[in-house]
């Protein structure tokens, strides 16, 4: 088990400075065109892919960082250059996540390549779990996965909601019922390979920020995939089940569900996601009071300005260490005994909405225009208490987990 630190080695060092150069130099110029445009900047997917920041060799060196605080510092370099360009960059992580928290080692090495391509031809992979009717209340879900023993084949049929590339993915990995009576407990997840008959993109959702990355809808009408496409296979499966239908009868509690797992894994990078948010919205506020002067002074001479950043250095500051505990425990195995994934994830995404807030303020009337950063990282800010576990939900998982209650 790695020591938990704050201090990145030099090889750390070294790639945060390259991917904060290449959040510099190359995500934010392309920012406000890409907002504007709300389509998938597929010209900076290429160029992250050429200079190995898109590619599965980078996304594992980062994942499987002993310290735990690669991807955490990943994200939020890249994050901090603009969040929606950088959704488009690390969204097919999720869906990679779905397969290295369920899937086989043959699983792995067959799909987690497709879902990146290459530097000539860029694919992108999709994570579709919510629903339109199920989006929190994961046991609600609908779509159903229905094995068809004489083919070994699964028939999956549903529709997907708030799917990050969902339609535009080369790979879809999707969390379907497999029994019903079992709930949250009865989820499994699949791979539908590219091209599959029956998979379709609903609508394209126009959104209030993150709108360089791509969400829709992603419909599910007799998708037929092989046996060998569900994540960690049939008899991992059947297993599973029959404990799950033991305890139940038994009036037991506590049998992770597919989805819940690729979130557990995910939480805290959404979190460095919100560190990297706020940092920016901070660092364009600092500077804008530095050098904004009225009644003859920099702004920041007035105690309300000051006070203000105060605040904000504070929080991000601590929404980091948060997130980097957090990400240190995940990957040394420490059980999150007190829901700190659920706290990083909920205590970093607060503080991008109120810094980046905050920052407006600063900044004034300018900072309600779009010719400065702020109101788009604001707009931006705002889908982090909503997306993998809202806030409130984060907040019922981690007074659950404090006191002792389950978690249904």
Not at 144 to 158: F, I, M, S, T
Not at 168 to 183: C, K, M, Y
Not at 203 to 214: C, L
């Amino acid at each position: 088990m790695a020591e938990f630190t704050m201090e990145l080695n030099d090889e750390q060092k070294e790639v945060r400075d390259w991917l904060h150069g290449f959040a510099a130099d190359v995500i934010r110029p392309a920012a406000a065109e890409w907002d504007e445009r709300e389509e998938t900047p597929w010209p900076v997917i290429q160029e992250a892919a050429k200079v190995g920041i898109y590619s599965l060799d980078f996304y594992a060196q980062q994942y499987f960082d002993a310290s735990g605080l690669g991807i955490p510092m990943a994200m939020e370099e890249l994050f901090w250059g603009d969040a929606g360009i950088a959704l488009s960059i690390v969204g097919t992580g999720l869906a990679a996540v779905g397969v290295l928290a369920n899937g086989t080692e043959e699983q792995i090495g067959t799909w987690i390549p497709q879902m990146y391509g290459d530097p000539n031809d860029v694919k992108v992979a999709a994570f579709c779990s919510s629903e339109p009717d199920a989006g929190s209340d994961v046991s609600s879900m609908r779509t159903r996965a229905v094995y068809d023993e004489a083919k070994d084949e699964w028939v999956l049929d549903g529709t997907k909601t708030w799917a990050t590339n969902g339609g535009i993915a080369n790979v879809h990995v999707v969390v379907a019922v497999v029994d019903p009576e079992l709930g949250s407990k009865g989820h499994a997840s699949f791979i539908v390979p590219p091209n599959t008959p029956g998979l379709s993109q609903g609508q394209k959702f126009k959104k209030h920020g993150i709108r360089a990355s791509h969400t829709a809808e992603v419909v599910l009408d007799g998708v037929r995939v092989p046996g060998s496409c569900l994540l960690g296979g049939k008899e991992k499966l059947d297993e599973r089940l029959a404990r799950a239908r033991e305890r139940a009868r038994k009036g037991g509690e506590r049998v992770k569900n597919a989805a819940m797992a690729t979130f557990e894994a995910s939480r805290p990078a959404v979190g460095a996601m919100a560190v990297g948010t706020a940092r920016a919205a901070y660092e364009v506020a600092l500077d804008y009071a530095r050098t904004r002067e009225q009644f003859g002074r920099p702004i920041i001479d007035n105690q309300g300005v000051a006070f203000q950043l105060a605040d904000m250095a504070t929080q991000v500051d601590a929404a980091r260490l948060m997130v980097w505990r957090a990400s240190w425990m995940a990957v040394n195995g420490k059980p999150f005994t007190a829901a700190e994934g659920s706290m990083s994830k909920l205590f970093a995404s607060e503080t991008a909405k109120k810094v980046t807030a905050q920052a407006i303020q600063i900044l004034g009337g300018n900072g309600y225009t779009r010719e400065y950063p702020v109101e788009r990282m604001h707009r931006d800010a705002a889908i982090y208490t909503i997306f993998e576990g809202t806030s409130e939900i984060q907040r019922l998982v981690i007074s659950r987990t404090i006191s002792g209650l389950p978690l249904r």
